[in-house]
């Protein structure tokens, strides 16, 4: 493992995003930082933090990632899915077109967190994100809620990697809110895209508009579409839970991310369907 990669100080930007003097901010710049960030949440469900991950820590997370991808490490996740990550097993199903019944093709590579873990490369991301209390306090506080890294061994935290072809289609995710760490964005195509607090909008469709131009018209009453530009290093916090999103499909190069998540509940497990959809167990 690369000594850069042995704590927070070494991957975290702390010059530009003071989280760790929460509790001895003698200069106010950390609560400077929280008040802007609970201000962009509360407006678009979406905070993005250019460089907060330093250069040094982003290459050490690309090249492990990479490595492991080429020792064949990951699932080549092709399922089918709603937006809601759900449907398995109902009985009522509604009409043909409705939300829940239009399936959506999503590809990707997923290298999940028992395999980040077992590798002698990849650091330890549960110590590094999921337990430091700087950065739990600074996203509890940025949600404005308590929130407890979820317990799923599988999906707790994960790499993504999308290739040419690749994207992650309309979705609500099922943990409340996420964290992603941008390692290396494609060079065309691969745009994130959401619509803010749009969930209770796309539940009360009948039927499911696929376009996205489309969509965006028709939540345009009620949410605007948002297409952050997110670059290496950057740190999002987002409520995927309440906006509807997606991946766009990478058409040049490769995008890498990792995604730790968080809810409002201890010991919170992703259910068998996303489980099986997405990571193949």
Known sequence: MNYIMNSTSCCINYSKYPIDQFDSDDDGRYHALLQSCISQMERDGFVSLSDFLLPDAVNALTSSIQHLEQDGVGYYSTDSHNVFLDGDGETDLPPSLHPRQIQLNSSKVIINA????????????????????????????????????????????????????????????????????????????????????????????????????????????????????????????????????????????????????????????????????????
């Open 114 to 281: 028992k395999d980040l873990l077992r590798s002698g490369e990849v650091p330890d991301l549960d110590a590094l994100f999921m337990t430091q209390k700087s950065i739990l306090h600074f996203i509890s506080s940025v949600m404005q809620t308590k929130l407890y890294p979820s317990t799923d061994p599988y999906g707790k935290f994960y790499a993504n990697i999308f290739h040419e072809g690749d994207g992650l289609n309309y979705h609500f995710d099922r943990s409340e809110y996420s964290i992603s760490l941008i390692l290396q964005p494609s060079e065309e195509g691969g745009e994130f895209q959401f619509l803010p607090h749009s969930r209770k909008i796309i539940e009360s469709w009948d039927e499911m508009i696929l376009d996205i131009d489309d969509i965006a018209k028709a939540v345009a009453p009620h949410s605007q579409m948002k297409r952050p530009t997110l670059a290496a290093g950057d740190l999002y916090l987002f409520r995927g839970q309440n906006s509807l999103h997606r991946v766009s499909e990478v058409t040049k190069g490769k995008r890498i991310n990792i995604i730790l998540t968080y809810n409002t509940e201890p010991d919170v497990r992703l259910n068998p369907y996303t489980l099986q959809k997405f990571f193949g167990v």
